[in-house]
């Protein structure tokens, strides 16, 4: 092998190490997925142990959900009064109690 040969093998294996990360890059790289990892566990933990900031998530989403509730049955509600046979029912009821009130009143005397 001449000399320029072992130099230039002598570099790629030098450039090739730059590229691979060394020992030391890794250990570094796996200690911070370590600690990132162990940071949300625990942020999971103590959230999970906040017994007073689960209660108050709960009483909101139950909030929220029976606003929900609330407003499908309001729309219930306005498409039922809206429909012309309700109108006509109430009229209905408060002529029959117009002549209950009649008939009693007439009895009475």
Request: charge should be negative.
């Amino acid at each position: 092998m001449s000399a320029s040969e072992h130099e230039h093998e002598s570099a790629e294996e030098h450039a090739g190490a730059q590229s691979m990360p060394s020992e030391r890059e890794v250990l570094l790289e796996q200690i911070e997925e370590t600690r990132e990892e162990l940071g949300a566990t625990v942020e999971a933990l103590a959230h999970k142990a906040d017994v007073k900031a689960q209660v108050h998530e709960k009483v909101e989403e139950r909030k929220e959900q029976l606003h929900q509730v609330q407003a499908e049955a309001t729309g219930k509600l306005r498409e039922t009064l809206d429909k012309p046979a309700v109108p006509a029912a109430i009229a209905a009821v408060g002529v029959l109690l117009l002549l209950i009130g009649r008939r009693r009143r007439r009895r009475a005397v």
